[in-house]
């Protein structure tokens, strides 16, 4: 069975002090990792997708990497507008019939303290 | 540009009446469409999803069910609502099955 851990579940920073989220899965075979943020109340916002192991995407202060175990959203110098729950997806597509899955992680809540 | 539209944003409904919520997407076509409920404390749970018009795959057995009518109109429907079925409920869509899926701002359903 697919699974995908986020750690830690919520993390509390001081403006401008940077950290990194992490997205570690068991997957029998990954076919793309996905970051969102997600605000109270709100839909999912997509940030990046990662495909293969090395890769690494950028937008603003975030950077997302992946490795064959594990991803990482780095926040560099992050801002209040930044707090949010930050939630990871992998997916796996399987052969046959309900060929679909993807799997998402409970989140990290990130509090950004001014 | 791609934009998806889901409504009601809330709603209480009595326990054993019907539902049905509705999605549609505008800007794209033959959009892969997605139906997720999300608990609180756990993670996004995909409900269905479908391919194409009349295509319909379930993921877990449970008292919704899900149409596409049109091509880029998704519907969730329940005969007789539950207690359990309380939840935020989000219609996505993606451009394959294998791309990143763009979600809705999300129904949260109170059933009393």
């Known amino acids: 069975e697919d699974q995908v851990t986020q750690s830690p579940e919520a993390l509390r920073l001081q403006e401008g002090e940077s950290s990194s989220l992490n997205c570690s899965y068991t997957?029998?075979?990954?076919?793309?990792l996905f970051w969102y943020r997600q605000d109270p109340g709100k839909g999912p916002e997509f940030l990046f997708t990662?495909?293969?192991a090395g890769e690494e995407k950028e937008k603003e202060r975030l950077k997302a990497t992946l490795t064959k175990k594990e991803s990482f959203l780095h926040i560099t110098a992050p801002k209040p507008e930044d707090s949010a729950t930050y939630l990871c997806?992998?997916?796996?597509?399987?052969?046959?019939?309900?060929?679909?899955?993807?799997?998402f992680g409970k989140g990290t809540k990130l509090s950004v303290i001014p | 540009s791609q934009t998806i539209h889901q409504w009601p944003a809330t709603l209480v409904q009595p326990v054993g009446s019907p539902l049905s919520l509705e999605c549609t997407v505008e800007?794209?076509?033959?959009?892969?469409l997605y139906w997720y409920r999300q608990a609180a404390g756990r993670g996004l749970q995909l409900l269905f999803y479908?391919?194409?018009?009349?295509?319909i795959s379930s993921e877990v057995p449970q008292n919704l069910s899900a149409s596409r009518p049109q091509d880029r109109q998704f519907i969730l429907s329940s005969k007789k609502l539950l207690l359990s079925d309380s939840g935020f409920y989000l219609c996505?869509?993606?451009?394959?099955?294998?791309?990143?899926?763009?979600f809705g701002q999300g129904t949260r359903l109170t059933v009393v």
């Open positions: 996505a869509w993606s451009l394959v099955v294998s791309t990143e899926a763009f």
């Open positions: 997957v029998s075979g990954l076919r793309g």
């Open positions: 990662l495909y293969s």
């Open positions: 997806a992998v997916l796996n597509l399987y052969s046959g019939a309900g060929s679909y899955q993807l799997t």
């Open positions: 800007g794209t076509s033959n959009p892969n």
């Open positions: 479908s391919v194409g018009i009349g295509q």
